[in-house]
């Protein structure tokens, strides 16, 4: 959920409409859900992609934080 709510809300601007950015919100949600309960086996991420997932993470968020709400409400504390 770490990992794929910050990019999704990155590119929600890009949905049709709200209703398509839930219906996308609830499929990451009930994925990542299913994903946690089943017992599925992955390599361990090299140290390359473990700061390949931190810096795409770090720019979805950083994103969010500075496009959408500007530097000024930021400087004003208005976040």
């Known amino acids: 959920m770490a990992i794929a709510l910050p990019i999704l809300f ?4 890009l949905f049709p409409s709200h209703m398509a950015f839930v219906v996308a919100l609830h499929i990451v ?6 994903l946690f309960i089943l017992n599925f086996q992955l390599r361990k991420p090299s140290v390359r992609e473990v700061l390949l997932i931190v810096a795409v993470v770090a720019v979805a968020v950083t994103v969010i934080l500075f496009a959408w709400h500007g530097w000024r409400n930021l400087i004003k504390g208005s976040l």
């Open 10 to 13: 990155v590119v929600s601007p």
């Open 29 to 34: 949600v009930a994925l990542v859900g299913f």
